[in-house]
C-alpha cells in the first residue's frame, strides 16, 4: 500500500489549503484514513481521521476550521484547512488503517507565516 499525499504549502495566517492524500496497492479494508501532524519537539498527533462508514474523529484545536472527506470509490481522503493559524505548522502525514495494518505517507509541510 502506498500513500501519496499533496497540496502542502506556505499561506499566510487566516488563508486556506487542501491536502489530499490518494492510496494505491493491495487495499481490502478499510477503517480510517486520516491526518496526523509533526512539529519539532512534539509527538505526532491525529488531526482528523474518517471511517469508510464516514464517521469523523477530529483534534479539539483544529474543530470549526478543518475540515475532513473522503473518496472510497478513489481511495482518497482530503482534508480542507480554513482559517489556518501559525500554531498549524507542521509536517502532516496521512495514514491509513486496516484491520491489521497502518501504513503512512511521507508527509507535506504546511506553514502558516504569521
Known amino acids: 500500500v502506498q500513500l501519496q499525499a499533496s497540496g502542502g504549502g506556505l499561506v499566510q495566517a487566516g488563508e486556506s489549503l487542501r491536502l489530499s492524500c490518494v492510496a494505491s496497492?493491495?487495499?481490502?479494508?478499510?477503517?480510517?484514513m486520516g491526518w496526523y501532524r509533526q512539529t519539532p519537539g512534539k509527538q505526532r498527533e491525529l488531526v482528523a481521521r474518517i471511517s469508510t462508514g464516514g464517521s469523523t474523529n477530529v483534534a479539539d484545536s483544529v474543530k470549526g476550521r478543518f475540515t475532513i472527506s473522503r473518496d472510497n470509490v478513489k481511495n482518497t481522503v482530503y482534508l480542507q484547512m480554513n482559517s489556518l493559524k501559525p500554531e498549524d505548522t507542521g509536517v502532516y502525514h496521512c495514514?491509513?488503517?486496516?484491520?491489521?495494518?497502518?501504513?503512512w505517507g511521507q508527509g507535506t509541510l504546511v506553514t502558516v507565516s504569521s
Open positions: 495514514n491509513l488503517q486496516t484491520p491489521k495494518n497502518n501504513y
Open positions: 496497492g493491495s487495499i481490502f479494508s478499510i477503517n480510517f
